[in-house]
């Protein structure tokens, strides 16, 4: 298929990054040949100051710190800082480490785009940021609480429209909760009601609740449902206050979920700073894809410094074990998380697009938004690449292009990234505006 061509920029620019390259022998996972290591320019700071979200999405964070792999490609001083909420993580990125914020994140893909827009910031303040690296595919889940057991809820979600239609007709009120506004979670979630027939803007009150309180704001029955990452859909179920109704990869198999993203202005002072911890974090996924080292990544999600939530409610879904609380059990299933398998790591441009079009169809951008331009100004997949090849990851690792191709979801949508029009045309449910 061919690239619209302002997605196709960047990656023609990657082939003139003045990176020494360090061959193209394939990688171990986890394993740098020394001569790969020392290819890259020397950092121009070893400091950098990195949030997180307690979410099993963010490991190739606490790996990279754990294992010293921060510190192999001279970044000896990096800071990966806890976050609050998904808005913190905003805010502390708008401020910047020179004003007690931050430098990057592990983040919603989105975000970067809704920060740089000024979209989702006070007073539509624009603070330009780069997408370096998504962190993952998949992973995600919609969660339902037990008042909807009898139901079952899976991928289809047209009698749990019926049942939320029935509780708002009988004067209660019927919510959905999602962790960011215009963020991955809030896509999945108004796709998903969306393809049932449930408007979420206008059949259920949409509520922003942070990652680590969904259980609790479930317990006390704040929301109908959810959708966060781990551990927090299994903690549900092991506290049998609900169940999974789908992993998000059902819904879309290898979506696009968390990135690696940081201030451009960050980046363009410390390119080599920047291209280490690119290096230590793309290390760090092969670390975690590797399914000899999922219980070690679960105990180290477990620690308090990072998730501080029990090994056992992390281990099976990092495993890639799904017991969705309903008699329901699929072992290593085709839809749990990827670190780097499948080209997980690689920040395809046609993702974003997706993820811009769908922020158009629900309000959160307006029509006529320069999706493209802003790709062409946010996505660092030049910067990923050259970080591939000092690190020598293997051709088969690198993608050809900067475009997955067309994608398929589970209600029979298609998105071809060379017409985004002809997607949204095609849904029935949207909210746009001028």
Not at 195 to 210: C, E, F, H, K, Y
Not at 256 to 261: C, D, V, Y
Not at 352 to 380: C, H, M, S
Request: hydrophobic content about 40%; charged content about 25%.
């Amino acid at each position: 298929m061919k690239e619209p061509s302002a997605i196709a920029d960047r990656s023609r620019r990657s082939l003139l990054l003045g990176a020494a390259a360090a061959g193209g022998a394939a990688l171990a996972a986890g394993t740098l040949p020394r001569a790969a290591r020392a290819a890259a320019g020397k950092p121009e700071t070893q400091t950098a100051k990195l949030g997180f979200i307690a979410l099993t999405d963010a490991a190739p964070l606490f790996v990279a710190d754990e294992k010293g792999f921060f510190a192999r490609h001279g970044m000896s001083d990096v800071q990966v800082m806890k976050q609050s909420s998904w808005g913190t993580t905003r805010d502390n990125l708008v401020l910047g480490s020179a004003r007690n914020g931050i430098d990057g994140a592990h983040i919603l893909t989105p975000m970067p785009y809704l920060i740089g827009s000024g979209a989702m910031t006070a007073n539509n303040v624009q603070v330009p940021m780069y997408i370096l690296a998504r962190l993952n595919l998949g992973g995600q889940c919609i969660s339902v609480g037990n008042e909807y057991r009898d139901l079952k809820v899976g991928t289809d979600a047209k009698a749990f429209g019926k049942a939320l239609a029935a509780k708002a007709k009988s004067g209660k009120t019927v919510s959905a909760a999602m962790t960011f506004p215009g963020g991955t979670h809030d896509m999945w979630m108004r796709y998903w009601l969306a393809a049932g027939g449930i408007d979420p803007v206008r059949d259920i009150s949409t509520i922003v609740v942070p990652p680590a309180q969904m259980v609790a704001n479930m317990k006390v029955g704040s929301m109908d449902t959810f959708c966060v990452c781990e551990p927090w859909n299994r903690q549900l179920i092991n506290q049998k206050i609900g169940y999974t109704a789908n992993t998000t990869g059902e819904l879309w198999h290898n979506h696009p979920e968390k990135a690696f993203a940081m201030r451009a202005d960050w980046v363009d002072a410390n390119p080599n700073a920047a291209r280490a911890l690119l290096k230590a974090v793309m290390e760090a996924q092969m670390w975690c894809e590797d399914r000899k080292n999922r219980e070690e990544v679960a105990r180290i999600c477990a620690k308090r410094r990072w998730i501080n939530a029990p090994f056992e409610d992390i281990v099976d879904r990092l495993r890639g074990d799904f017991d969705y609380g309903t008699g329901r059990v699929v072992e290593n299933s085709p839809a749990q998380m990827r670190y780097w398998k499948d080209h997980a790591s690689y920040p395809f441009q046609s993702h974003d697009l997706w993820f811009l079009t769908e922020n158009v169809r629900w309000g959160y951008l307006p029509q006529g938004f320069d999706g493209k331009g802003w790709i062409a100004k946010v996505n660092r997949e030049d910067l990923w690449r050259a970080a591939a090849r000092e690190l020598g990851v293997a051709a088969s690792d690198t993608p050809a292009t900067t475009s997955r191709g067309v994608e398929k979801f589970f209600d029979g949508k298609v998105f071809d990234p060379a017409r985004p029009q002809a997607y949204l045309d095609s849904l029935s449910i949207k909210h746009l505006r001028a």
